[in-house]
Protein backbone atom coordinates (compact mmCIF):
# COMPACT_ATOMS: atom_id res chain seq x y z
CA UNK A 1 0.00 0.00 0.00
CA UNK A 2 2.96 2.20 0.89
CA UNK A 3 4.57 1.76 -2.70
CA UNK A 4 0.79 2.53 -4.30
CA UNK A 5 0.46 5.95 -2.56
CA UNK A 6 3.93 6.83 -3.50
CA UNK A 7 3.36 6.16 -6.70
CA UNK A 8 0.29 8.14 -6.83
CA UNK A 9 1.96 11.40 -5.32
CA UNK A 10 4.72 10.82 -8.08
CA UNK A 11 2.13 10.88 -10.86
CA UNK A 12 0.31 13.49 -8.93
CA UNK A 13 3.36 15.73 -8.77
CA UNK A 14 4.15 15.70 -12.33
CA UNK A 15 0.74 16.56 -13.53
CA UNK A 16 0.21 18.98 -11.52
CA UNK A 17 3.81 20.49 -12.64
CA UNK A 18 3.49 20.31 -16.13
CA UNK A 19 1.59 23.17 -16.58
CA UNK A 20 4.52 25.24 -14.69
CA UNK A 21 6.66 24.72 -17.70
CA UNK A 22 3.73 25.58 -20.25
CA UNK A 23 4.63 28.63 -22.60
CA UNK A 24 2.24 30.17 -25.55
CA UNK A 25 4.52 29.25 -28.11
CA UNK A 26 2.20 28.81 -31.00
CA UNK A 27 5.29 27.47 -33.94
CA UNK A 28 4.81 24.96 -36.35
CA UNK A 29 6.65 22.61 -34.38
CA UNK A 30 4.83 23.71 -31.39
CA UNK A 31 1.35 22.59 -32.70
CA UNK A 32 2.72 19.38 -34.40
CA UNK A 33 4.17 18.34 -31.02
CA UNK A 34 0.92 18.86 -29.13
CA UNK A 35 -1.25 17.31 -32.07
CA UNK A 36 0.93 14.50 -31.68
CA UNK A 37 0.65 14.29 -27.60
CA UNK A 38 -3.02 14.54 -28.26
CA UNK A 39 -3.59 12.15 -30.59
CA UNK A 40 -1.53 9.54 -28.56
CA UNK A 41 -3.11 10.03 -25.46
CA UNK A 42 -6.36 9.40 -27.83
CA UNK A 43 -5.00 5.69 -28.98
CA UNK A 44 -3.31 5.46 -25.23
CA UNK A 45 -6.46 5.30 -23.08
CA UNK A 46 -7.34 1.75 -24.68
CA UNK A 47 -3.70 0.41 -24.25
CA UNK A 48 -4.30 -0.62 -20.74
CA UNK A 49 -7.94 -2.05 -20.87
CA UNK A 50 -6.25 -3.77 -23.96
CA UNK A 51 -3.60 -5.04 -21.83
CA UNK A 52 -6.48 -6.02 -19.04
CA UNK A 53 -8.37 -8.59 -21.62
CA UNK A 54 -4.82 -9.89 -23.03
CA UNK A 55 -4.04 -10.81 -19.53
CA UNK A 56 -7.57 -12.07 -18.88
CA UNK A 57 -7.59 -14.39 -21.67
CA UNK A 58 -3.78 -15.85 -21.18
CA UNK A 59 -4.45 -16.72 -17.74
CA UNK A 60 -7.82 -18.33 -18.24
CA UNK A 61 -9.11 -15.65 -15.23
CA UNK A 62 -12.91 -15.28 -15.49
CA UNK A 63 -13.57 -14.08 -12.47
CA UNK A 64 -10.29 -11.51 -13.21
CA UNK A 65 -12.90 -10.68 -16.13
CA UNK A 66 -15.75 -10.27 -14.24
CA UNK A 67 -14.63 -8.09 -11.58
CA UNK A 68 -12.84 -5.72 -14.44
CA UNK A 69 -16.38 -5.67 -16.02
CA UNK A 70 -17.83 -4.04 -12.79
CA UNK A 71 -15.11 -1.62 -12.46
CA UNK A 72 -15.28 -0.74 -15.86
CA UNK A 73 -19.16 -0.06 -15.41
CA UNK A 74 -19.07 1.41 -12.10
CA UNK A 75 -15.41 3.80 -13.68
CA UNK A 76 -18.08 4.97 -16.45
CA UNK A 77 -21.12 5.64 -14.29
CA UNK A 78 -19.18 7.67 -12.33
CA UNK A 79 -17.26 9.52 -14.88
CA UNK A 80 -20.47 10.37 -16.59
CA UNK A 81 -23.05 11.32 -13.52
CA UNK A 82 -19.44 13.47 -12.33
CA UNK A 83 -19.61 15.06 -16.19
CA UNK A 84 -23.21 16.43 -15.65
CA UNK A 85 -23.54 17.23 -11.87
CA UNK A 86 -20.45 19.00 -11.60
CA UNK A 87 -20.87 20.92 -15.01
CA UNK A 88 -17.20 22.32 -15.21
CA UNK A 89 -16.05 24.22 -18.26
CA UNK A 90 -13.02 23.45 -20.08
CA UNK A 91 -9.90 25.57 -19.92
CA UNK A 92 -9.77 25.66 -23.70
CA UNK A 93 -12.79 27.73 -23.21
CA UNK A 94 -15.87 25.50 -24.55
CA UNK A 95 -18.50 25.91 -22.67
CA UNK A 96 -19.88 22.22 -22.61
CA UNK A 97 -19.66 21.22 -19.01
CA UNK A 98 -18.27 18.35 -19.36
CA UNK A 99 -14.25 18.95 -18.13
CA UNK A 100 -14.56 16.82 -14.61
CA UNK A 101 -12.92 14.59 -14.65
CA UNK A 102 -11.19 13.56 -17.48
CA UNK A 103 -12.80 10.79 -19.33
CA UNK A 104 -9.88 9.58 -21.16
CA UNK A 105 -7.68 9.88 -17.56
CA UNK A 106 -10.12 7.53 -15.71
CA UNK A 107 -11.01 4.79 -18.58
CA UNK A 108 -6.48 4.87 -18.95
CA UNK A 109 -6.18 4.56 -14.85
CA UNK A 110 -9.24 1.83 -14.32
CA UNK A 111 -7.32 -0.43 -17.11
CA UNK A 112 -3.85 0.15 -15.32
CA UNK A 113 -5.16 -0.37 -11.67
CA UNK A 114 -6.67 -3.33 -12.90
CA UNK A 115 -3.75 -4.88 -14.23
CA UNK A 116 -1.17 -3.38 -10.98
CA UNK A 117 -4.43 -4.46 -8.56
CA UNK A 118 -4.88 -7.98 -10.00
CA UNK A 119 -1.37 -9.42 -11.49
CA UNK A 120 0.84 -7.30 -9.73
CA UNK A 121 3.36 -4.69 -10.09
CA UNK A 122 5.66 -6.03 -12.86
CA UNK A 123 2.63 -5.58 -14.95
CA UNK A 124 1.53 -2.44 -13.31
CA UNK A 125 3.96 -0.30 -13.68
CA UNK A 126 3.93 -0.19 -17.45
CA UNK A 127 0.25 0.02 -17.88
CA UNK A 128 0.61 3.41 -14.66
CA UNK A 129 3.10 4.60 -16.98
CA UNK A 130 1.20 4.65 -20.24
CA UNK A 131 -2.10 6.06 -18.25
CA UNK A 132 0.22 8.84 -16.51
CA UNK A 133 1.01 9.54 -20.72
CA UNK A 134 -2.78 9.86 -20.86
CA UNK A 135 -3.49 12.08 -17.94
CA UNK A 136 -0.39 14.05 -19.90
CA UNK A 137 -1.64 14.58 -23.13
CA UNK A 138 -4.95 15.75 -21.65
CA UNK A 139 -3.38 18.38 -20.29
CA UNK A 140 -0.53 19.18 -22.90
CA UNK A 141 -2.71 18.61 -25.85
CA UNK A 142 -3.11 20.66 -28.99
CA UNK A 143 -6.75 21.80 -27.59
CA UNK A 144 -5.61 21.53 -23.74
CA UNK A 145 -8.96 20.04 -23.05
CA UNK A 146 -8.09 19.71 -19.06
CA UNK A 147 -6.36 21.14 -16.30
CA UNK A 148 -5.03 19.14 -12.88
CA UNK A 149 -8.32 19.31 -11.42
CA UNK A 150 -9.65 17.28 -13.85
CA UNK A 151 -6.99 15.25 -14.82
CA UNK A 152 -6.82 14.40 -10.72
CA UNK A 153 -10.21 13.00 -10.13
CA UNK A 154 -10.06 11.05 -13.00
CA UNK A 155 -7.03 9.50 -11.55
CA UNK A 156 -8.72 9.20 -8.44
CA UNK A 157 -12.02 7.67 -10.44
CA UNK A 158 -10.60 5.11 -12.40
CA UNK A 159 -8.25 3.73 -9.44
CA UNK A 160 -11.61 3.81 -6.82
CA UNK A 161 -13.33 1.93 -9.13
CA UNK A 162 -10.85 -0.84 -9.91
CA UNK A 163 -10.34 -1.08 -6.24
CA UNK A 164 -14.26 -1.57 -5.37
CA UNK A 165 -14.13 -5.38 -7.13
CA UNK A 166 -10.46 -6.36 -8.05
CA UNK A 167 -8.78 -8.72 -6.02
CA UNK A 168 -5.28 -10.46 -6.31
CA UNK A 169 -5.16 -12.94 -8.81
CA UNK A 170 -4.31 -16.79 -7.21
CA UNK A 171 -2.69 -19.37 -9.12
CA UNK A 172 -3.67 -21.98 -7.15
CA UNK A 173 -6.58 -21.59 -4.69
CA UNK A 174 -5.69 -24.47 -2.55
CA UNK A 175 -2.66 -26.88 -1.35
CA UNK A 176 -2.42 -30.03 -0.04
CA UNK A 177 0.04 -31.03 2.27
CA UNK A 178 1.72 -34.34 3.72
CA UNK A 179 3.74 -34.51 6.24
CA UNK A 180 5.34 -37.41 8.66
CA UNK A 181 7.27 -37.78 11.78
CA UNK A 182 7.27 -40.77 14.61
CA UNK A 183 4.68 -43.17 13.07
CA UNK A 184 1.93 -40.04 12.96
CA UNK A 185 0.78 -38.67 9.75
CA UNK A 186 -0.77 -35.30 8.84
CA UNK A 187 -2.70 -34.06 5.86
CA UNK A 188 -3.37 -30.26 5.08
CA UNK A 189 -5.68 -29.02 3.07
CA UNK A 190 -5.63 -25.11 2.57
CA UNK A 191 -7.88 -22.92 0.97
CA UNK A 192 -6.96 -19.38 -0.41
CA UNK A 193 -10.44 -17.24 -1.04
Known sequence: MKKQFIFFLLILFCVL???AQDTDIDSPEEIRRELT?????????????????????THKDGEGGWQY?????VNLTATYVLKYAIDKDRPDGATDGHAFPSGHTSFAFQGASFIQRRYGWEYGIP????????????IEGLNERHDAYDVLGGILVGVGSTYL????????????S???ANQEYMIGLTIKF
Open 178 to 180: FSS
Open 127 to 138: AYAIAGFVAYSR
Open 165 to 176: FTTPYQREHYQL
Open 69 to 73: LKGFG
Open 37 to 57: IEKMGDIGQFIPAAVSAALIL
Open 17 to 19: TVK
